[in-house]
């Protein structure tokens, strides 16, 4: 069997969360199959050291101009050329015009929900993709052998919003994402100071990954943290990945918070090599997003031994099971009420820290790889079956 995988933005230096979803994938792939041939096509970008070839695993890099021209146009041509028997397309969207069987990875349908604060805020690039994703989802997503989600929770809402029928349900899969094993506790003192220097960091902090999407809830933990600082009288400093500190003021002006900004520590893009090392340095991890399709982050935090607080919508209950303090995250308050609570009371962070090692343990990558190859192997014998 010779399997095509998208991975378009493997090679950008700043990846996220669904590259790095893709880049555990191929390097557990790689070794639990020395079977089945591979061919991983990528965009041509800086960082080539993130994956190497191996004797199954082949790697071509496709020009191609932007994302949805390499994806529609370049990318199906490649395949072709390569005789590919399946192709998995794994960052949501796929060639519509394919003719070799196709698996993709929906990690979720938030573009195609009405909630309006996901389709009105956001960058204009943002706002572009998912006009894309809207167009492209549906049509692929009827053509696909087999689609695979992060969660039972996000299954359950793409079941219901393309009301598959009995025959077609089984082509949907819920298979979770994992845990990196370089998200651990850390005793040595030098990467500490390594990084601390690096960032900037303080000595104690409250961690958030916050950005432009409005699923993030930036601006709710904003206030949260303002209510925290102001009223309870907690002076704790707050720091954020990546973001734009002009947007950052933007978010403060509007809460009424100006002065805030120097409380708040903006570290620019941290590469995945460093992120154990600030989990492990902070106080809480705040993960309060209004909607997520699985929640990585949480199970790092949690696998590196901090105490976690994060929301009662969509699928981060089922994530974070009992071993996270759970807030609705459209009440301000409750975030800035928990983070109190876990700041003052030893005792109950202490008990989370505990059943925070225990519930990341349950997510691996290994296990994620061999249930999508498991869905390859179907895909190959139902295929032959049709020939």
Known sequence: MKIGIEGQRLFRKKKHGMDMVALELINNLQKIDKKNE????????????????????????????????WEQF????????ENC????????????????PLIITLHDIIYLESISIFKKEG??????????????????????????????FEKNRINNFFKFKDNDRN??????NGVGEHFKHIDDKKIFEDVK?????????????????????????????????KEKNINIPLVMLDYDKSELLKLLSEINAKELINNIILTGY??????????????????????????????????????????????MPEIAGDAALIIDPFKPHEITNAIEKLYSDEKLSEKLIAKGYQQAAKFTWKAMAENVLKLYNEIYLDNNKLQ
Request: glycine fraction near 4%.
């Open 38 to 69: 591979y061919v991983i096509f990528v965009k041509p970008d800086v960082d080539k050291n993130c994956l190497k070839e191996t004797s199954n695993f082949k790697i071509i890099e496709l020009k191609g101009g932007a994302y949805p021209l």
């Open 270 to 315: 941290v590469v995945n090599s460093d992120l154990p090392a600030i989990y492990n340095l902070c106080k809480i991890f705040l993960y309060p997003s209004l909607r997520e399709s699985f929640g990585i982050p949480m199970l790092e935090a949690m696998a590196c031994g901090t105490p976690v607080i994060t929301s009662n919508t969509s699928s």
């Open 123 to 152: 960058t204009w690039y943002q706002k572009f993709g998912n006009m894309y994703r809207r167009y492209v989802v549906p049509k692929v997503v009827k053509k696909s052998k087999k689609i695979i989600t992060v969660s039972e």
């Open 197 to 229: 220097k690096k960032y900037n960091l303080p000595d104690e902090f409250l961690f958030f990954l916050g950005n432009t999407d409005p699923k993030k809830n930036t601006k709710g933990v904003l206030q949260a943290y303002s209510n925290l600082v």
């Open 85 to 100: 028997n399946i192709l998995h397309c794994t960052s949501n969207t796929a060639p519509i015009n394919t003719k070799t």
């Open 171 to 176: 082509k949907l899969n819920a298979v979770y």
């Open 74 to 81: 370049a990318l199906p041509k490649a395949v072709r050329r």
